[in-house]
């Protein structure tokens, strides 16, 4: 797995790319904690390369949620894949998590109330 | 066909196994998505019996038993590490409130009791099996 | 990581055991072409086994066991069809001939004997077992 | 494996796609079989999506060079990938075979001498 941040204004927008499993969802965990600790919560996720995902890859930005929108910041997902998308279904997460289609709604939901 | 895979138990291990199972399961005659997810569910008990039946310790080995047709699936994950079956009841534990504890961990069985038709463990021979099965209609 | 397939004996069950060897080998370091070379000599061994061992009979099984460290590989491919190790000895024809005897086979040793460090043949427990290892440098 | 067969005058240009082992071998003999009973004994084989070849694949080629080459025909492949290069490099059959890198170039070898 790959992690490309890029810093737009107030947000990051984190691209990640390859297989995010118990192993790899480690350094994921880092890069968000550690954008948390510069004091950005408002994050989008570009999935868009992201070719799997197990429950820790998915455990990782659960565990933020709570946090970020204490902070009345978001965390928004875009351009995920079918398999991708269908392990959120199973979890029900697609009703609590952010996921937009495209980069423009992914900014817009960010970026709302 | 029948596959067996041992293999050291490292996380770094999990996507070689992915892929053995992926190709294991090939004649299934199933949609790639519901592939994907059997990959997924079987990825999801090897992770398990990794951490938490072996504590990632490379010295030992999980053992993955794969009887596969095209029609049936049944896999075997064995794991030294002897478990009491009744304490991986946090499956039932509600999505949205393992979002509201900040867990990172606690989603991996409901993705597997999801994706199968059954799921079972029970010990034999001093090993831990959850022995998955999944017949396509 | 060890890996270990039962397949039927019919020659329709070779692309899938190839993926399998493929994904099984994958920890290997080596280059792509290596490994499908690789891949390709346990294709012929099995092919074989299948063929002449088994007279494609479907209802009998051959077995393949994969033994891999990221520089190391040794495979044990077993069948029932006992036959004598020297009578393979056909794979020292020369090409040339091959081709003007218009012969379809016979090639298939030559190439895992190239492609293999060590090629062995013995009988154990009433199966043929061909063993092949390779030690990358 | 999928075999694509176009006649161009007195040649036969066959396509080969997927894999050529001992199972799909099969078909190409016949394919090949047929084409000689046919009274054409000028092949061009396009292996640009031949993608893996046994000794099995090899051995259907292999056992028309002779028969081909008396009816003063020829059997010219190309467009082959690395791997299916390199297995008949290991057999020695570069130098039986006529092998070319382009339609072109293997149809020059086809009509010459
Ligand atoms: N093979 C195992 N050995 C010991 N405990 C296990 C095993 N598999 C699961 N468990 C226990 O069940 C719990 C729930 O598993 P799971 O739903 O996969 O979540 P996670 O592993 O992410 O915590 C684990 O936290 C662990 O305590
Ligand atoms: N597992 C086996 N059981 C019996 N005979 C075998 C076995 N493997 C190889 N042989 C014999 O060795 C010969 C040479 O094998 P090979 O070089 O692969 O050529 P091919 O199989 O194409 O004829 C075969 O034709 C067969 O007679």
């Known amino acids: 797995m790959e992690i490309f941040k890029q810093k737009q204004g107030d947000s990051l927008l984190i691209s990640v790319e390859g297989e995010l499993d118990a192993s790899s969802s480690i350094d994921m965990d880092k890069a968000i904690e550690a954008t948390i600790n510069e004091g950005i919560y ?4 570009n999935c868009e390369k992201l070719s799997y995902i197990s429950s820790a890859g998915v455990g990782v930005f659960v565990s933020y949620v709570e946090d ?7 965390i928004v997902f875009y351009k ?5 998308l269908s392990v959120l279904q199973i979890l029900g997460l697609d009703k ?3 996921i937009a289609e495209t ?4 900014k817009l939901i960010l970026n709302e109330g | 066909m029948k596959a067996k895979l041992k293999a050291e138990c490292s996380k770094e291990k999990l996507k070689y196994i992915r892929g053995f199972v992926k190709e294991s399961i090939e004649i299934l005659e199933a949609t790639d998505l519901e592939k994907e997810q059997i990959v997924l569910a079987i990825d999801e008990v090897c992770a398990n019996a990794i951490i938490h039946g072996n504590q990632t310790n490379d010295t030992k080995q999980i053992i993955l038993e794969i009887d596969v047709t095209e029609t049936s ?4 994950i ?4 002897l ?9 039932n534990k509600d999505i949205a409130d393992i979002v509201k504890d900040k867990q990172k961990g606690g989603m991996g069985l409901k993705l597997v009791y999801s994706i199968m038709d059954n799921v079972e463990y029970y010990i034999k021979n001093n090993m831990s099996i959850c022995s998955l099965t999944k017949v396509l209609k």
């Open chain 1, 103 to 106: 980069e423009e709604e992914a």
């Open chain 1, 42 to 45: 408002k994050l989008l996720i």
């Open chain 1, 68 to 74: 970020i929108k204490n902070k009345n910041g978001k």
């Open chain 2, 73 to 76: 699936l049944k896999v075997d």
């Open chain 1, 96 to 98: 609590i998590l952010s």
């Open chain 1, 80 to 84: 995920m894949q079918a398999n991708v």
């Open chain 2, 83 to 91: 478990y009491d079956p009744e304490e991986l009841a946090g499956r």
């Open chain 2, 78 to 81: 064995s794991d030294i590490g």
